[in-house]
């Protein structure tokens, strides 16, 4: 599990890096809402990681391994792409942050220390969606006998 889950961390993290490059290249990243896109790349990544979890396990995959696969999945993809942010925007653009703070996506108080809180921002962002997305994947992943027991 821990290493289906590094692994298609790491590829989904080069998506998510991917697609910024792409939106700066094409002078996008400004726009905050792309960001929603992200999501879409992080479901694709962990469902990747959970087909391959599952055919690791010959098809009998448990629940909790699948969700363990997809939360661990979000989050090394996550934290290498917000770590990527914080050293692209405090090595060439200062102004993205500026972007980001402006439309007070991250807060109101951001002066103080303006990149960790874009950071946090990010990896809470990341966390959460890869932790829904994974919760709904496992209804159509998990094992066919999987069943809630009666209430007495």
């Known amino acids: 599990m821990e290493k ?3 692994k298609y961390g790491l590829f989904t993290a080069i998506g998510l ?7 700066t290249l094409i002078g996008m990243a400004h726009i905050v809402e792309l960001r929603f896109l992200n999501a879409l790349i992080m ?3 962990i469902i990747v990681a959970l087909r391959a979890h599952r055919r690791s396990k010959r098809g009998d995959i448990g629940y909790l391994s699948g969700l363990g696969t997809a939360f661990l999945t979000s989050l090394v993809a996550t934290l290498l792409f917000a770590t990527f942010m914080l050293v692209y ?3 060439f653009d200062e102004n993205l942050l500026k972007v980001l703070t402006d ?4 807060g109101e ?3 103080s220390t303006p990149g960790l809180v874009i950071f946090m921002v990010l990896m809470l962002e990341g966390v959460i969606s890869g932790a829904m997305i994974g919760f709904i994947a496992m209804q159509f992943f998990k094992r066919p006998d999987h069943t ?3 209430s007495p």
Request: without cysteine.
């Open 103 to 106: 439309n007070r996506l991250v």
């Open 148 to 150: 809630v027991p009666n």
């Open 109 to 111: 108080r951001v002066a």
């Open 89 to 91: 925007i405090k090595t």
């Open 4 to 6: 289906i889950g590094l």
């Open 43 to 45: 479901t694709v990544g």
């Open 17 to 23: 890096i991917a697609y910024f490059l792409l939106m």
